[in-house]
């Protein structure tokens, strides 16, 4: 697999190298194609763009509204922000109504774009692609993520129906400066290290773990973080792609449960995690509740006084030193087919994934995607640790895609099946043949399509 570097200044930074395999899904709706004609000019009359996102308390966002605004002065942009499981899980449905969002960020693969496509909720973005090069300018890995034929079964191959931003996204492994200063704890390099970090943690009183599992489906990161830790890049990501028949058991992802468990069973989970949702639990971490937190890249919302009191590290396999990780465009975007002015939401999804905002990422201190020859941030200590962390999965060529990808039902599954092993209620094994289960019926599906 070959790799490119895209460099910041001094700093490089990686492209995660992902490809997706074609796809079939059960029938549905053929997917709606772009409108007639298309065009660049949306000057003239007063628009208002209803934009939906995942990213909540984001400086790039408002900045690249701002920057979007300053160039189009008659369009305005009304943003509703929430959680990433509110908008996924409500998202067919926001989509069917007709004053719902113009643009939303969506999750790549069947869980999210797949349905989307398939149930023609999304606009076909062919004739944008055209107008504004984006097939041209891609590269092919962030192209077939967000491609579909228009049919809406086959995955990876086919017209576009969603655009990636000019950001990128990792799992990994954020920790607390201060807490472990005063502890006399070094920052771990490898598992081992840290775990005999969260236990001197709680040995001395404190959380080592900042967790909530209510949201079932953000509380997977800690999973996917540590099945990337038992799991090899070919069988992880042929599973996700269904090249080959890679079983589940494989992919790291028993291993993965088992250590989750073992973490809840030693205490070192926030106290009654159950009960707390994504968004308190990164409260709780950003405000010193905790020294250690698995989460994604560009989600916890750092102020200027926080971000040199924390850190980022991707933590290497359990057998030897090879880094793997998950990695992808920190988000993409969808028009609703029933867009009223779906030419002035191309311009904005194009603005997104523009070298400009890539710029407006690093500038508000999240990590580039898709652009070179960008000038670095200053004193933002948390960034640069992201970027080495970026360039240990860009040095072993470690990138995975996303584990949910690989069925339309797949975070679900898992994510449900999270909640009932820390309830006690399942087996790390379970959890792994429940993951199995869902994938064979989708395969299944796929065959009958």
């Not at 692609?129 to 990876?156: C, H, I, N």
């Not at 073992?262 to 409260?283: L, Q």
């Not at 580039?368 to 020859?373: A, E, I, M, S, V």
């Not at 948390?382 to 069925?407: H, R």
Request: glycine share 8%; charged share 20%.
């Amino acid at each position: 697999m070959a790799k490119k570097k895209h460099v910041i200044a001094a700093v490089a930074v990686a492209l995660p190298m992902l490809l997706l395999m074609s796809a079939c899904a059960p029938g549905g709706s053929t997917a709606t194609g772009a409108q007639g004609t298309v065009s660049k000019d949306i000057s003239g009359k007063d628009i208002t763009l209803k934009l939906l996102d995942f990213w909540q308390k984001d400086p790039w966002v408002d900045a690249s509204i701002k920057e979007f605004e300053k160039e189009h002065p008659n369009v305005t942009i009304k943003r509703t922000t929430q959680d990433w499981g509110q908008v996924v899980n409500t998202l067919n449905l926001r989509l069917n109504d007709p004053n719902g969002p113009d643009i939303a960020t969506v999750n790549n693969g069947w869980q999210s774009l797949g349905t989307l496509a398939q149930g023609g909720r999304v606009l076909n973005l062919d004739k944008y692609a055209d107008l504004y090069g984006w097939k041209k300018d891609l590269p092919e890995t962030q192209l077939r993520q967000v491609e579909f034929t228009s049919d809406g079964k086959s995955m990876g191959t086919g017209s576009m129906y969603a655009t990636p931003t000019s950001r990128s996204s990792l799992i990994g492994l954020y920790y607390n400066k201060d807490i472990l200063k005063s502890l006399n704890i070094p920052v771990p390099k490898t598992l081992d290290e840290f775990e005999k970090a969260a236990a001197e943690v709680k040995a001395a009183g404190k959380v080592p773990i900042v967790f909530g599992s209510q949201d079932k489906g953000s509380a997977t990161a800690i999973l996917f973080a540590l099945q990337n830790l038992n799991g090899t890049v070919k069988k992880i990501s042929d599973f996700v792609y269904s090249e080959g028949s890679v079983p589940i058991a494989d992919t790291g992802l028993t291993q993965a449960a088992t250590t989750v468990k073992k973490y809840a069973d030693n205490g070192w989970f926030t106290p009654n995690y159950a009960g707390i949702e994504y968004n308190d639990a990164m409260d709780k971490f950003l405000h010193g509740e905790g020294a250690f937190r698995f989460d994604y890249t560009g989600s916890l919302p750092f102020t200027d006084a926080e971000r040199p009191s924390f850190g980022y590290i991707q933590l290497p396999q359990v057998s030897g030193d090879a880094v793997v990780g998950t990695g992808a465009a920190n988000g993409v975007l969808s028009i609703s087919s029933k867009s009223k002015h779906p030419d002035a939401a191309a311009a904005f999804l194009n603005l997104l994934a523009s070298k400009k905002a890539a710029q407006l990422a690093v500038d508000t201190g999240y990590l580039p995607l898709l652009h070179t020859g960008l000038t670095p941030p200053k004193d933002n200590p948390v960034f640069a640790t992201e970027v080495a962390g970026q360039e240990s999965l860009d040095k072993d060529d470690g990138y995975v895609p996303y584990f949910d990808w690989s069925t339309p039902t797949m975070l679900d599954t898992l994510g449900g099946q999270l909640q009932e092993l820390l309830a006690n209620k399942s087996t790390p094994e379970q959890l792994t043949q429940a993951g199995q289960k869902d994938y064979d019926a989708f395969q299944a599906d796929r065959k009958k399509g």
